[in-house]
């Protein structure tokens, strides 16, 4: 039987296919004519939303990274070169003065013979600490030689990382760690899966505009569902597992960046839950040589242990995670109040800016008020531009007239604006500076399109 489209034209066909095509509740994408004659069109991601952003914000940076570690360790073996090269000369020299002495010597009648014997017993001593001394340096060269090749396979191992939460962390100690997290413009999903699997948080929830994106979250955290859940981790199965789920090239990557984080950091638990186990029994010994402490006491201790265990599993990885494709001005955010501990907010200001304006920008804030525990944090990640970059191409599709720029985001938050947002400035850092400025040292290039800066706030 012969298909019903075999006669119909091409673009008539791409009529009917448009025709039963489901439209989107957002507007995420644009064409732009480029070039006439060839009938160029151009995609344009209105909300930021590209799809490398996986390999340009995460894949490079751990790349780049790793190629300033190795310049740095280039820079030290060539000062130990130097170094060693220094050493010689002096040897050299001295080597030269003792020959001189010698000659000095022969020209004494009386002593030649007494000081040569002495001197050759010296020169002997002197070899066999010399001797010594290379096979002490040998050794230690070795080890450090082994040292680093661990410390490459150790940084190797945890392939996938967003410096920016790292660097959170250790500015505010757990400031992630069993807390309620909202994730605006989650993008490909990275930090919402880190913040679950490497920073503990109890849940957290990634929302962004781009229904495609969403999707392939949903899809990735399935994937880790069944994989631990069904499946219970089996390692062999891992690769006929993925090639039976018809994935993409991306979506590959980042699954496997992600489980390869998620083993590492489960042997670092079993090994702190044996080191518990072990003062667990040794505590146990010392309750059973004193005789004064009653039966009551040491059940209630049993009871509170599992009780604390039930509670674990439920707000662990994967089963924290959840993600929604929503506007953050839709209706369902303005109901919540005191909902969220944190909100992080990446990269994604600039988008709200051009798509809606700066009277979005001061209710923005007035959302993160709002959802916003008391004494919660709101991060905030923004573009250090006066006037945001375009493309010539873009700006016939961002008509709102922008005012305001990042060096009135501190106001906006005191609530200057008659606006009822009252958020603290804690920090303001740029963590991406000095590296940027190792990099381009010797370069006469712009900072990174990564280099952007971060304030945390609180709410009061």
Not at 257 to 284: A, P, S
Not at 447 to 457: D, H, K
């Amino acid at each position: 039987m012969s298909c019903i489209f075999e006669n119909i034209e091409r673009n008539d066909f791409k009529r009917l296919k448009n025709y039963f095509k489901i439209p989107l509740k957002y507007q995420n994408y644009e064409y732009k004519l480029i070039n006439k004659y060839k009938k160029k069109k151009k995609k344009i991601y209105l909300y930021g939303n590209f799809p490398n952003y996986y390999y340009e914000r995460y894949k490079k940076k751990k790349i780049e990274k790793d190629e300033i570690n190795i310049e740095k360790e280039e820079i030290k073996k060539e000062n130990d070169e130097i170094n060693i090269e220094k050493e010689e000369i002096k040897k050299e020299n001295d080597e030269i003065n003792i020959e001189k002495d010698e000659i000095n010597i022969e020209k004494d009648e009386i002593n030649i013979e007494k000081e040569e014997i002495k001197k050759e017993k010296d020169e002997i001593n002197i070899e066999k600490d010399e001797i010594k001394e290379n096979n002490n340096n040998n050794n230690s060269n070795n080890q450090s030689l082994s040292n680093l090749k661990k410390d490459k396979c150790i940084q190797n191992k945890n392939i996938i990382d967003d410096y920016r939460l790292t660097q959170i962390d250790n500015l505010i100690k757990d400031i992630f760690k069993d807390k309620i997290i909202l994730d605006i413009g989650c993008n490909s999903g990275i930090t919402t899966f880190l913040l679950s699997l490497k920073y503990k948080c109890k849940i957290v929830n990634g929302i962004d505009i781009d229904f495609s994106l969403i999707n392939k979250n949903i899809c990735l955290l399935k994937l880790f569902i069944e994989f631990i859940l069904i499946y219970n981790n089996q390692k062999h199965i891992l690769q006929f597992f993925l090639n039976n789920k018809n994935l993409h090239k991306i979506e590959k990557d980042i699954f496997l960046d992600l489980y390869f984080l998620y083993e590492d950091l489960k042997q670092e638990r079993c090994k702190d839950k044996c080191e518990i186990k072990n003062l667990n029994i040794e505590i146990n010994e010392n309750r059973n040589k004193d005789k004064n402490r009653t039966f009551n006491e040491s059940y209630s201790l049993i009871d509170d242990s599992n009780s604390l265990l039930e509670n674990t599993h439920k707000y662990t990885f994967p089963l924290n995670i959840y993600f929604l494709c929503s506007n953050i001005f839709d209706k369902r955010f303005n109901k919540i109040e005191n909902k969220y501990d944190i909100i992080i907010c990446f990269s994604v200001l600039k988008w709200i800016h051009l798509n809606y304006g700066d009277n979005h920008i001061i209710i923005f804030f007035d959302l993160i008020h709002k959802m916003l525990k008391k004494d919660g944090y709101f991060i905030l990640e923004y573009h250090n531009e006066i006037k945001y970059k375009i493309k010539k191409y873009e700006r016939d599709f961002y008509k709102h007239k922008i005012n305001l720029n990042y060096m009135h985001f501190d106001d906006i938050a005191n609530g200057a604006y008659n606006n009822s947002c009252k958020l603290k400035l804690i920090h303001k850092t740029n963590f991406n500076v000095e590296e940027e400025q190792l990099k381009n040292k010797n370069k006469k290039k712009k900072l990174g399109m990564f280099n952007r800066s971060i304030r945390i706030y609180q709410k009061i």
